[in-house]
C-alpha cells in the first residue's frame, strides 16, 4: 500500500489561509446579494407604504426599546460609576476634582454611552434576529413567505431595522443620562463636590451636540446590528446546530463591526473638530 | 372531447444543490383538475424537486412551466405574480409563529386585495371552516396539533382561491384518522372547484385514495421510474422495483446505497 505523504506545514498554512479567504468572500458575497435585496424592499415599502408590517415594527420597538431599558439604565448607571472612581484617583493627584465632570461627561455622551447600548441591543435584539429568523427557516416559514409572493427580506428586515433606528438612540439618550448620574453620584459622595457645581460644571462643558455625536453613533451601531443579525439568520443552517452558530456569528460579527465603525466615527469626529 | 389544459409542464429538468445532481432529465405535466403524486423513498430528492417546481430554488437544467409561464426565465415581478397564484402548505404547516391562526390566514388576503376587514374575517372564517378549524381563528400555532397545523396552512394556501395547490407530505406524522381526512378534503377541493393538486409523499394508502397520475422518482437513475395511474402500476409495472414499491414488497436486489450502508455497518461493527 502506497504510503501516505508526509503533512507539510507550509501547504497547509496555505491550504488554511485559502479556505479561509474562501468563506470570508462567501461571506462577503452574501452580505451584498443581503443589501441589494434590502434596497428592493426599501425601495417597494416606500412605494407602497402598506407593505410596512407596522404592527411588527412596534413589536420590536418594545422588545429592543422599553424591555430593553432597565439594563441600559442600570449598566450605563454603573459604567458612571466606575468612571467616576477612575476620574476621581487621577484628579485627586492634581487637586482637580471638579475635572471628573468632564471626564465622566465626555466619556459617556461621546464613546461608552453609544457603545454600551450597543452592546446590550447586540446581545439582546441581534442575537434574537438571528436565532428567530433561522428558526423561521427551519420551520420552513421563509419558503412559505416567498411562495405568498412576498419578499422575506422586507417582511422581515424592515419593520426589525426601523424599530431599531427609533429605539437605539432613545437608549442612548437615556443611557446618556444614567452614566452622568453615575458620575454625578460619585462626584458628590467622594470627591466632595456640592451637586450645584458638578451640575454646573456638567452644564458648562457638555454641549447639546456631544450628545449628538454619540446618538449619530447610535444610528450606524443600530444599522449594523441589525442588518448583521438578521442576514446571518438568513444565512442559518437549517437545524438546531446551524441557528446556534448563527446566533453566536451575529453577536460577534456584529461587536467586531461596531468596534470598527466606532473607530472610524470617532476618527471622523475629531477631522470635524468634535 | 377537449383535452385538459396543461397546468403544470416540466421539461428537462435537472435538479440539485451546487454541483451535486440529485434529479436530472425529469419531464412530466400536470393537467387541469388533476390530483398528481410524486413518489420516491426517503432522500430520493421529492420535496427538492417541488421545491425548484414553486420557484424557490432555480434549476440546474430545464424548464418549470405554471400556467404556461415559465418560473426560471422570468423577471423576478412575474414570478412573484405567478407565485400568488398557487397555495403551497409544507410539512409541518409552516405557520407564522408570531401570528394567529386567523392572522396568518388573512395576511394574503390583507396584502393582495382591496377587502374590507369584515370581508377578510369572513373569508378567513370559510377558509377555516372548509378545513374544519372553526374558531381557531385566535389560537395561536404553538396551540395547534401537527394534523391542525397543517389544515391551517392549507387554509392559508387556499386564501386567494388558487386554482393549483402544492402539498409536501400532507400525510407524514398524522394518525390514520387525520389522514383520511386529509385525502378525503383533497378530493373534495378537486371534485368541488376543479383545483388542481399537486402531492409530494411516499405514503401509499393516500396515494391510492388521492392520485390519478403519479411519478415514481428513482435514486438509483436519478430520474422517473414510472409514470401513470398509481393503481394501474401496481400491478402491471414491468419495473420489479416500483412493483415492490408500491407493493410495499422487501426489494430482493437493493439498491447501491443500501449495500453501500450494510458495507459500513460490517466495517463499523467488524464484522
Request: proline letters at 4%; one cysteine or more.
Amino acid at each position: 500500500m502506497e504510503k501516505s505523504a508526509a503533512p507539510n506545514p507550509i501547504v497547509d498554512m496555505f491550504d488554511k489561509i485559502g479556505k479561509a479567504a474562501d468563506v470570508i468572500a462567501a461571506d462577503f458575497y452574501f452580505f451584498v446579494c443581503f443589501l441589494g435585496e434590502f434596497a428592493v424592499a426599501v425601495k417597494q415599502i416606500i412605494r407602497h407604504p402598506r407593505k410596512l408590517r407596522l404592527k411588527d415594527m412596534l413589536y420590536y420597538l418594545d422588545m429592543c426599546g422599553s424591555q430593553a431599558m432597565p439594563i441600559v439604565l442600570c449598566i450605563c448607571y454603573l459604567m458612571g460609576v466606575i468612571l467616576g472612581f477612575q476620574f476621581a484617583l487621577q484628579a485627586r493627584k492634581v487637586g482637580a476634582e471638579i475635572y471628573v465632570a468632564d471626564g465622566v461627561g465626555f466619556s459617556i455622551l461621546k464613546e461608552l454611552g453609544p457603545f454600551m447600548v450597543a452592546i446590550i441591543c447586540t446581545g439582546r435584539a441581534g442575537s434574537a434576529f438571528a436565532a428567530e429568523i433561522g428558526t423561521m427557516k427551519v420551520n420552513e416559514e421563509i419558503s412559505a413567505l416567498q411562495t405568498m409572493g412576498f419578499s422575506p427580506v422586507g417582511f422581515l428586515v424592515v419593520p426589525k431595522l426601523l424599530a431599531m433606528l427609533i429605539a437605539t438612540p432613545l437608549l442612548i439618550v437615556f443611557g446618556d443620562f444614567a452614566g452622568l448620574a453615575g458620575g454625578f453620584t460619585v462626584g458628590i459622595t467622594m470627591m466632595g463636590l456640592t451637586p450645584v457645581s458638578y451640575i454646573d460644571r456638567s452644564l458648562e462643558v457638555l454641549l447639546p451636540s456631544t450628545m449628538a455625536m454619540g446618538v449619530l453613533k447610535g444610528l450606524v451601531f443600530a444599522t449594523i446590528i441589525a442588518l448583521i443579525g438578521c442576514m446571518r439568520g438568513f444565512q442559518s443552517k437549517s437545524d438546531a446546530q446551524g441557528v446556534g452558530r448563527a446566533t453566536t456569528s451575529a453577536v460577534v460579527s456584529s461587536i467586531f463591526l461596531i468596534v470598527v465603525a466606532d473607530a472610524v466615527l470617532t476618527r471622523l469626529y475629531t477631522l470635524w473638530g468634535y | 372531447m377537449k383535452e385538459a389544459e396543461t397546468i403544470v409542464q416540466v421539461e428537462n429538468l435537472s435538479v440539485g444543490y451546487g454541483k451535486t445532481v440529485i434529479l436530472e432529465n425529469i419531464n412530466f405535466s400536470v393537467k387541469s383538475g388533476e390530483i398528481f403524486g410524486i413518489l420516491g423513498g426517503s432522500g430520493v430528492g421529492k420535496s427538492t424537486l417541488l421545491k425548484h417546481i414553486i420557484g424557490l430554488y432555480p434549476p440546474l437544467k430545464g424548464d418549470i412551466k405554471i400556467f404556461g409561464c415559465s418560473m426560471v426565465n422570468c423577471p423576478d415581478w412575474k414570478k412573484d405574480e405567478l407565485m400568488r397564484r398557487f397555495g403551497v402548505t409544507y410539512q409541518g404547516g409552516a405557520l407564522f409563529g408570531s401570528m394567529t391562526v386567523g392572522e396568518n390566514v388573512s395576511l394574503p388576503l390583507e396584502t393582495y386585495t382591496d377587502l374590507t376587514k369584515d370581508e377578510i374575517a369572513e373569508r378567513v372564517r370559510k377558509k377555516l371552516a372548509l378545513v374544519d378549524l372553526q374558531g381557531t381563528e385566535e389560537l395561536m400555532p404553538a396551540e395547534l396539533s401537527g394534523g391542525m397545523k397543517k389544515r391551517a396552512g392549507l387554509a392559508r394556501a387556499m386564501a386567494l382561491d388558487p386554482s393549483l395547490l402544492f402539498f409536501d407530505e400532507p400525510s407524514a406524522g398524522l394518525d390514520p384518522i387525520t389522514s383520511v381526512e386529509l385525502d378525503r378534503l383533497l378530493l373534495r377541493l378537486r371534485n368541488k372547484f376543479g383545483t388542481t393538486i399537486v402531492i409530494v409523499s411516499h405514503e401509499l394508502p393516500s396515494i391510492f385514495e388521492t392520485t390519478d397520475t403519479v411519478i415514481m422518482l428513482d435514486k438509483n437513475t436519478k430520474t422517473i421510474a414510472a409514470e401513470g395511474d398509481p393503481k394501474e402500476l401496481r400491478v402491471n409495472s414491468p419495473s420489479p422495483w416500483v412493483h415492490h414499491f408500491l407493493n410495499r414488497e422487501e426489494n430482493d436486489a437493493p439498491d447501491d446505497n443500501l449495500k453501500n450502508m450494510k458495507q459500513e455497518f460490517s466495517y463499523a461493527s467488524g464484522k
